[in-house]
């Protein structure tokens, strides 16, 4: 299987990618025989070529930035012994193109071990300056024993306009077998200085049939679920997948799904919006019970306390452990919002039918199971009334991400939804 066999629905970004991987596999190629060390001799390629030392994958949530920028660094560190195909001038079959999923430099890349490639994810709220100068200090170096040292940022948007700064000289002046794959939800999210800098790849959300077929054959879910779960979701891979294997998460969306129908009073829109907010406390809890504990006891440990919780620290460790609280406290908010963040996901959707309905399209229903409500809802509403209450959800997103305290804020909303 290809590594780009996971990048679903986006059949003109990964040929661009294989058109770069082959590019820098011939430049690989061409600088080892160079050396004196034996190779295939590097295929002739006419017009510029397709590999550049950065880039940047833009698309909605779900459309797989993040697959497609860990295939493509799969491909660079492809050593399967295909790629000689490469050196003919018509290749007999695709396995001699790099990102054959099989070999080492694949696999490693794939699994998040391999030594050269650097995949970095927060789940915090933002990446600061210290963090992006050891990434600057990493994409020095040149690759221990793969092809390529390969820097994977898979949330270039969260960086602090001060890292933006640090990162800024290090896509400059790269080193020379040095790549940045930068990912983040639209270009307006990078600084321009960068975006300037980086080669632009945007992806488009899935079809829904192309995430139900990814999910019955890479997760073995049944088909029915794996379709109900992709139109659900309206694409979003990994939402479609937690949906059809999660229990958890289908009766939080099931709840969610009910609020509309109980914002009939006051009385109901308060209570409403502190059982969201009741939710998606209890969803950081269970990421701080999972995480936290085995975090605190290892850094106990590596800090020389004694066995047991109760064992006593050393003395001057006191700083490392409030560093330690500091970042779990950080990731309970970050997971506190993204869980509120995906509750108004699924009720924009649902507003999304409701208008469907209203304006009689012919479209299939992303929520076929509560089909009921959303045609009471649209029958007892009129389109405009509903287009307030989807922007009423809208405003609720952005002053999630303004900081505005979150009670406040679902309080606000759910009062918008009755109003209409």
């Known amino acids: 299987m290809a590594v780009w066999d996971d990048v679903v629905g986006q059949d003109r970004v990964t040929e661009q990618l294989a058109a770069a991987a082959r590019d820098a596999d011939a430049i690989v190629t061409a600088g080892s025989a160079a050396r004196g060390a034996p190779a295939e001799a590097a295929p002739e390629r006419s017009g510029a070529s397709q590999m550049t030392h950065a880039w940047l994958f833009t698309g909605p949530p779900g459309a797989g930035r993040a697959t497609a920028a860990r295939a493509f660094a799969a491909a660079l560190q492809c050593v399967s012994p295909d790629r000689a195909a490469l050196a003919s001038p018509h290749p007999t079959h695709a396995g001699g193109a790099p990102g054959c999923g099989f070999c080492d430099g694949c696999h490693t890349t794939l699994v998040g071990t391999h030594a050269d490639v650097e995949i970095v994810r927060t789940d915090l709220l933002s990446i600061g300056v210290k963090e992006t100068r050891e990434l600057v200090r990493r994409a020095s170096l040149s690759p221990a024993g793969g092809r390529w040292q390969v820097i994977v940022l898979e949330d270039a948007d969260r960086l602090t306009e001060g890292a933006g700064n640090v990162l800024l000289k290090a896509v400059e002046e790269p080193a020379p077998r040095?790549?940045?794959?930068?990912?983040?939800?639209?270009?307006?999210?990078?600084?321009?200085?960068?975006?300037?800098?980086?080669?632009?790849?945007?992806?488009?959300?899935?079809?829904?049939?192309?995430?139900?077929?990814?999910?019955?054959?890479?997760d073995g879910i049944d088909p029915e679920a794996a379709d109900r779960a992709a139109r659900a979701t309206q694409g979003h891979i990994d939402r479609a997948r937690r949906l059809a294997t999660d229990e958890r998460a289908r009766a939080r969306r099931a709840a969610v799904l009910k609020l509309p129908l109980r914002v009939d009073d006051i009385g109901g829109c308060?209570?409403?919006?502190?059982?969201?907010?009741?939710?998606?406390?209890?969803?950081?809890?269970?990421?701080?019970?999972?995480?936290?504990?085995?975090?605190?006891?290892?850094?106990r440990t590596a800090l020389g306390a004694a066995a047991g919780t109760g064992g006593r620290m050393p003395r001057g460790t006191a700083g490392a452990m409030k560093e330690l609280q500091d970042r779990q406290k950080r990731r309970s908010t970050r997971t506190q919002r993204d869980s509120l963040d995906l509750a108004l996901v699924d009720l924009t959707g649902f507003y999304r039918d409701v208008l469907a309905v209203q304006?009689?399209?012919?479209?299939?229903?992303?929520?076929?199971?509560?089909?009921?409500?959303?045609?009471?809802?649209?029958?007892?509403?009129?389109?405009?009334?509903?287009?307030?209450?989807?922007e009423a959800v809208i405003a609720c997103r952005e002053a999630l991400e303004r900081n505005v305290a979150p009670l406040l804020a679902v309080e606000a909303m759910t009062v918008a939804l009755r109003a209409g």
Do not use: F, Y
């Not at 080669?199 to 999910?215: D, F, G, K, N, Q």
């Not at 209570?271 to 504990?293: P, R, S, W, Y």
């Not at 009689?360 to 809802?377: F, K, M, Q, T």
């Open 178 to 218: 040095t790549v940045w794959l930068l990912c983040a939800p639209s270009i307006e999210d990078v600084l321009p200085t960068i975006r300037s800098r980086c080669r632009h790849l945007s992806l488009r959300t899935p079809p829904i049939r192309a995430v139900a077929e990814i999910l019955v054959r890479r």
């Open 270 to 299: 308060l209570k409403a919006a502190q059982e969201l907010i009741d939710a998606a406390g209890e969803d950081a809890k269970q990421v701080a019970e999972e995480v936290d504990a085995k975090e605190t006891e290892e850094l």
């Open 359 to 390: 304006m009689g399209a012919s479209v299939p229903l992303a929520n076929d199971e509560v089909g009921d409500s959303v045609r009471r809802i649209a029958g007892t509403s009129t389109p405009e009334r509903t287009l307030r209450r989807i």
